[in-house]
């Protein structure tokens, strides 16, 4: 079978129409938000992100017009034939890493309670994923769809394990959504024991709330008030 290969401005039309499209949820998200934390956006510092997400809309739509067109050809075809070597490719290789780290920091420690809102963070995460993407291109032989759908993953599997982490603590008390009924489901197992009493098994899937609360959060974590039993919790 033939290997189909898109067009190099194909993608870069995808991924400019994206960003214009999330910049828009992002901007609607975003001052409303700023609003009602008591923050005037556009007598803040938050002032310049709102500026960027409108350049990135109307620039956005300028680049995608002129792509279009095939105004931008000779561009992207020396974005395709680019190659670092020596101090600029190292360089270019810890600017991946470094892509990769800084949306994870921006969206927990920048944003944070802040601007918790989903399209926010997805945009701040496109655009470093399309840096880091760049930077793995001209540092590698690897061309730049796979260097985004790699970079793409990586994200993916860093957000999720930091997401996991972010929440091991040991503070004794209840730190998430019903998180101590969670082990009082899994202890209806052994009712008799610890009540002294037989109490019916909960109807929400009692089986999940046996491997939470009991397997690990019983018998290793001391009734689940542990960063260890909140580790599993995530991880399950």
Known sequence: MPRIQSPPHVFWITILSMS???GVLAFFQSVPQFISEGINPWRSKWTIYLVV???NIFLGGALVWGLSLDFFDNIIRRIEIASLSGIARVAALIAVPAALISFLLIHFKVFGTILPQFFPSLW?????SIVA????KVSTKISLLPSFVAILLVQGALFRVWGILNVVTDFPFTIDYSETSRFYYGSLFFSRSMYGIDLPL???HPSRYLLQAYLLSFQVCH???TAFGRLFYGLY
């Open 20 to 22: 214009i499209f999330i």
């Open 223 to 225: 009734f689940g008030h």
């Open 124 to 128: 701040i995460f496109l655009w470093l």
């Open 53 to 55: 997400l409108m350049l």
């Open 133 to 136: 993407a760049i930077a793995l």
């Open 202 to 204: 909960s109807i929400l």
